[in-house]
């Protein structure tokens, strides 16, 4: 699904169903998503239904914690600790910042080399979309209950560490930055293999129409190839690693939070 107004990306969703029946339902609650925004009432809606050709590959999620974080300079620390730590330099992180923290919201994710800070998507207005991802019937379930006993089953959660799993299963992906555009939304994340789906509250103040996210990707990697997995290639959730309450910054950095 995506919705706009004047041109202007308002929100979007997408997802993976195995079975025909739940078709209505979803498309019925993307359109109600669509039409409830907080950013205002779209003037355009598209959604689209396709078949999958070909299997899809099974993953597992990415363990999720939250940092402590009572400041958006605290959650700014902690974001340049956790990405210096992956070799990301400093120069790239800054400007990493100001895609994730832009007013001009992009619909999709800015893919930048680690050490150049260049882009490497090819419309640096749009960003690339991640799509064809989703989760399992059962592994769904689990995350839930697993969410559900931190006070943060929210659908927001779910899809994030959704998508930040998919993206963290392409070996040439670094880390990922999020910062929701959603005004009221004011926690965002960093996902990497090695520290995992990290939530940061504070990310951003309340009210901000402020958001976006960005690939940190291996420099030379192939980003056509890299663009091609994140558009096109199905990918299901079909085991939850684990699902863990709040740690300091030094214990999700030397892992010892789990
Ligand atoms: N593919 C690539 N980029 C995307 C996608 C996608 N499928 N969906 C959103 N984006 C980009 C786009 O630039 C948006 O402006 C930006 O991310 C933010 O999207 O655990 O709600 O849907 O509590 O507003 C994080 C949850 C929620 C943290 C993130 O993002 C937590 C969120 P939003
Ligand atoms: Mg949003």
Known sequence: ????????HISGAEGLFLDK???ARVSREYLRRALSHPKGTP???TITLESLSGSAKTISSLPLVTVRCSSTREAKAHIIAMLKHLRISEDVIDAALKIANDKRVMRGAALLGCLSGKRLDPDTERG????????GAQAG??????????GINRIAVTE??????KVAGHPAIVAEL?????PDYTTGYVASREFGYVRIPFIKRKGQS????????????????????????PVIIDKISGVFGVADVEDVIRNTNR
């Open 178 to 182: 999020c910062v929701s555009d959603d």
């Open 141 to 150: 379930k689990s995350l839930s209950a697993g969410l559900a006993r931190l």
């Open 21 to 23: 029946e739940s078709l």
């Open 210 to 233: 402020i958001g976006g996210r960005v690939f940190f990707v291996n420099e030379n990697a192939d980003a056509d190839g890299i663009i091609r997995y994140l558009e096109r290639k």
């Open 128 to 135: 690339v979309r991640v799509s064809r991802l989703g989760i």
């Open 160 to 165: 994030a560490l959704v998508l930040a799993s």
């Open 1 to 8: 699904m995506r919705a706009s107004r004047l041109g202007r």
């Open 43 to 45: 003037d355009s809606i």
